[in-house]
Every structure is written in C-alpha cells, then in structure tokens.
C-alpha cells in the first residue's frame, strides 16, 4: 500500500463569510511562495479591514511543507490559528495562506465556539475553492568545460523536465526543472546520456569533466 500523499493550492484568491452570535468571520485565502507574501497578504487585509478586532493568520509553505506556522492575534490561545491551519492540513493543501479577520458581534462565543468559528470560516473558504495539485520542483545544474557543452545541451533536452537557464560563455552551465519523482535514477541516466556510455558505467568515472547538483 502505497503511504505517497499527493498535495494541492489554490488556483486563485477564495474567501467565505460566517456570522455568529454577532460576529462576523471573514477568511480570505491566497496562493503563496514565500513568507514575504504572507506577510504582505496580512498588511493588505488589515489595511482592507481597519475596524476589525483581530486578524488571525495560518500557512504553509514547501512541498511537501516544511514551514506551517500560525496566528491567533490575541484571541484565547490555540482558538483561531491552530483550527485554521488544521483545515489547510485536511485538505492537503500548501503554498497558501488563510486571514480569518474578526468583527466582534458584542457577544463572547467561549474557546470552543471561537475554535469552531475559525475552523468553519477556513473550511467554507476551502471547499469553495479550486485546488490544483502540486509536485515538488527540483532545480538540476550543470557546469562543464565549453568543449563538452554539446553534450550537455543534448542531454538536457532529453531530461523529464524543462530547460530554465543556460550560458554557452567561458563558464557554461544548464539549469533544468523537474518534477519527476525519480529524480536520482534520472541524474544518474542523464550522466550517462552526457557521456555516450552506460549507467552502470557512468557512475564509475569519478571526475567527468562536468558536475551536476540537485537543489
């Protein structure tokens, strides 16, 4: 049985709206790349929404994630980022991050009513959103003596990915991104590729006259 979990984000920008006892929940959810988005997508909705007593905040970045992190922005602690981010987490998605901005009704809703608030908001939000699955990238570079640089450029074109940068100057290289899942097998084929020879083969010649990093 296969243990592989398959990770989706958002196509575009959703949001959803919940009223309770008064207060008014409002999660808007954007797709993300790095931490300076998110920060940027919380100052552009507290600049959007001034009057609102709090602002709380959860995402997740990387694929798979290595970076998911929270907010409850002074609401009771454990009531409002960690129930928004366990809705990221249930449906699997990443690279996204989630704003639940708070009206206060005039009513207290209790910890378990603020936790179901914010997990309701976020899941609305979500399950009205367009998902699209996403793969982790791999960056592939390699560097060679100019003479070589032929060799290289037709097995670059040959690799499971797409050819992102190169130099043909006095210190060429190729960049490639790849999302195949069997990336040292294809590294190992592509080295082949590069010299003409076998796999097996290939892997016995300690210094090429080239090198290639995974990033």
């Known amino acids: 049985m296969s243990d592989k979990v398959n990770y989706f984000s958002l196509v575009t920008t959703t949001d959803a709206e919940l ?11 954007a797709p ?12 552009d909705k507290r600049n959007q929404h ?16 290595v970076v998911a992190r929270s907010s409850d922005d002074g609401e009771p602690s454990g009531t409002a980022g960690k129930p928004m981010l366990g809705q990221l987490d249930s449906f699997y998605v990443t690279n ?3 704003v639940v901005t708070r009206y206060f009704g005039g009513t207290l809703l209790g910890t378990g009513g603020l936790r179901k608030a914010y997990k309701d908001v976020v899941k609305i939000a979500l399950e009205n959103a367009e998902l699209v ?8 570079t390699i560097t060679c003596d100019i003479l070589l640089f032929p060799q290289v450029m037709n097995a670059a074109k040959r690799f499971p990915g797409q050819i992102q940068t190169l130099s043909a100057g006095l210190s060429p290289y190729v960049s490639i991104l790849s999302e195949d899942e069997e990336i040292d097998s294809q590294v ?9 020879v076998s796999p097996d083969y290939a892997e016995t010649i300690i210094d090429p006259g080239f090198k290639i990093s995974i990033e």
């Open 50 to 65: 001034p009057k609102a007593v709090h602002h709380c905040l959860a995402f997740k970045l990387g694929i798979p994630p």
């Open 188 to 196: 190992s084929k592509l080295k082949s590729n590069i010299l003409g």
């Open 32 to 43: 993300v790349s790095s931490e300076g988005a998110v920060i940027q997508f919380l100052e």
């Open 19 to 29: 009223k309770v006892k008064g207060s008014k929940f409002i999660a808007d959810l």
């Open 96 to 98: 996204v991050v989630a």
């Open 133 to 140: 699955e996403v793969k982790k990238q791999y960056k592939i």
